[in-house]
């Protein structure tokens, strides 16, 4: 790859991205996508991106194995993470995610065919819970899925995120 014509402003940050390491069980659709914490490693330091964002892809599911273990390795200092979750995960598995360097849960519930999770572990885990990670979640979502469930205490985005303040 050549070099960058511009200069990434310092600390800049990729905000989302999955790391797809076949080293972790999974449910082989992503075969196509594999990427590894030292080949995203490579691309990150030649773009000039020291920061980064892993968010838990969905063939490895409710596991977040993988994405626990490529935030140690890409260095805590340097990252976060997005896990995955349903209404079953316990207080200590939060707890335990939080430590290991996540801060949000994803919800990706627009195409319900192949949904890790459904639109009805959102709630649950949003409010007390999710002060344990220090965060709050993402959903995603066609709008058409949604119509009145979100609670009115909570702000949207046009792309169907909310967040409860």
């Known amino acids: 790859m050549s070099s ?10 990729n905000a989302h991205l999955h790391i797809i390491d076949p080293a972790f069980p999974n449910d082989g659709k992503a075969a196509a996508q594999i990427g590894t914490v030292e080949t995203y490693r490579k691309l990150a330091d030649e773009l000039g991106l ?4 892993f968010v838990q892809a969905k063939p490895f599911a409710l596991d977040n194995s993988c994405l626990l273990d490529a935030i140690e390795r890409f260095g805590s200092e ?6 995955v979750a349903d209404g079953t995960v316990s207080d200590a598995e939060l707890e335990r ?4 360097g996540v801060r949000g849960l994803r919800f990706s519930v627009w195409n319900p065919s192949n949904a890790v999770v459904s639109f009805d572990d959102c709630a649950p885990l949003s409010e007390p819970r999710m002060p344990m ?31 409860r303040s």
Not at 4 to 13: E, H, I, K, T, V
Not at 97 to 100: D, E, F, T, V
Not at 142 to 161: E, F, Y
């Open 97 to 100: 995610l939080h430590r290991g």
């Open 50 to 53: 020291p920061r980064a964002v």
């Open 78 to 83: 340097n990252c976060r993470g997005i896990a």
């Open 133 to 163: 990670l220090s965060a709050g979640l993402t959903a995603r979502w066609l709008s058409t899925t949604w119509g009145g469930l979100i609670p009115s205490s909570a702000s949207t985005t046009p792309h169907g995120s909310f967040c």
């Open 4 to 13: 960058l014509s511009f200069s990434m402003p310092q600390n800049a940050c």
